[in-house]
């Protein structure tokens, strides 16, 4: 309890501790009764072995202990792990940049990487963007972008040029800032509306396309693909037991002899081979060969213009069994196959988007099976029949 002592001038509202009373002053205590210091004396037992010496000891128990030891051998945080050092302040900024990406119809890309931080502040003068090709470790499966100043906001912007050639597969994005170690790029805004119902340049004998995506882990990848010649799939409908399919032939020319192929995977059996008739004249002139090739090489040359082709796949056709079956197109009898596919678009990944549905055939003994087209992860159309089942 606080008092105050009141009277003198200047001290009033003086702090003031209490008296303290001595043992000749305090009254006695009530000696308690017989029945409850018994009952006191049987519940106030000992303490176990070990307790009051563990009590005794600074930092944690041993069950504590035990803990902390498990979760770091299991890789785990502990909530000591996770308070700050000391020195969290000395240690470097983790940057996590987002890129910006600007698709032109040429099939070039513009990296716009907005910094966070520090680093927003002042941008280094050599920061980089780099191109990964995934599961390769060789020198031309990396591409370095140099990155320069593009806003006042602090961005960087890195071209990649459409002229570039880029090896087909997934390539993933990292930033460089000075002698740092190259971390992934976040995904930002995407404007790929050139993509869409993209013409192929007619300069080029090869054709390059590249989209970026955001992977399932969150990071920015670009997807390329580098064909040549390349076989376009436009519409397709399946109905009445067949496949009509609607495409475009870049880089090569379709003669009375073109034929739709379909090869089974994984087996040496024989391709299923129908007729493709010509869909309009393709007075295309011959194209020039195509020069050596390595990554970051820029190639130009004279392309063949494109043939419009319809090409109809009964689905009886394919013999029974469960199996995969890849479409190729075959411009002539003295030409190799050209892979049918679809890339010439926004869609990085075709299997989750463009779903056909299955259409049921009966062999000519009886059996049925289902038969369903459906494109690759590679966005390459193939033709997926069931398991046989007898009638």
């Known amino acids: 309890m606080t008092s105050y002592v009141t009277g003198a001038p200047g001290t009033t509202g003086a702090f003031q501790a209490p008296a303290v009373a001595t043992a000749a002053s305090a009254p006695a205590a009530a000696p308690a009764p017989a029945g409850r210091a018994a009952r006191k004396a049987r519940t106030e037992r000992p303490a176990k072995r070990g307790q009051a010496k563990k009590a005794g000891r600074p930092g944690r128990t041993a069950r504590e202990a035990r803990t902390a030891a498990n979760a770091g051998k299991n890789g785990l945080r502990t909530t000591a792990d996770a308070a700050p050092s000391a020195n969290s302040a000395a240690e470097p900024e983790v940057v996590r940049a987002r890129a910006d990406c600007t698709a032109d119809r040429a099939g070039g890309l513009t990296f716009d990487v907005r910094l966070t931080g520090r680093q927003a502040a002042r941008p280094p003068a050599d920061a980089a963007l780099l191109l990964r090709l995934r599961k390769r470790q060789g020198p031309a499966d990396t591409v370095r972008l140099p990155l320069a100043p593009a806003a006042a906001d602090g961005r960087l912007r890195a071209v990649l040029p459409g002229t570039m050639w880029l090896q087909e597969g997934r ?12 971390r992934r790029l976040l995904p930002g805004v995407h404007d790929l509306r050139a993509l869409i119902d993209r013409v192929p340049c007619g300069e080029r004998t090869w054709l390059g396309v590249r989209i970026p995506y955001a992977t399932k882990y969150g990071n920015l990848t670009v997807r390329s693909w580098l064909r040549e010649p390349h076989a376009e799939c436009g519409p397709l409908r399946v109905a009445d037991g067949s496949m009509v399919l ?6 090569a020319r379709l003669s009375p002899g073109a034929c739709l192929e379909a090869h089974p995977r994984d087996s040496a059996a024989p391709p299923v081979s129908v007729p493709v008739p010509l869909d309009g004249q393709d007075a295309a002139a011959e194209s020039a060969p195509s020069p050596g090739r390595g990554s970051g090489e820029v190639v130009t040359g004279k392309r063949r213009p494109a043939s419009v082709f319809t090409a109809r796949l009964p689905l009886d056709a394919l013999p029974p069994g469960r199996r995969v079956w890849n479409l190729w197109l075959r411009p002539s009898a003295d030409e190799g196959p050209v892979r049918l596919a679809r890339i010439l678009d926004d869609v990085a990944d075709k299997k989750r988007i463009f779903s056909y549905p299955p259409q049921h055939v009966t062999g000519p003994g ?7 087209p459906y494109y690759t992860l590679d966005n390459d159309l193939s033709v997926r029949v069931s398991c046989e089942d007898q009638g």
Not at 246 to 251: A, D, P, V
Request: hydrophobic residues 30%; aromatic residues 4%.
């Open 171 to 182: 390539w993933d994005a990292c930033l460089v800032l000075g002698d740092g170690k190259p």
């Open 246 to 251: 609607r495409g475009t032939l870049h880089g």
């Open 366 to 372: 009886g059996s049925t099976r289902s038969v369903r």
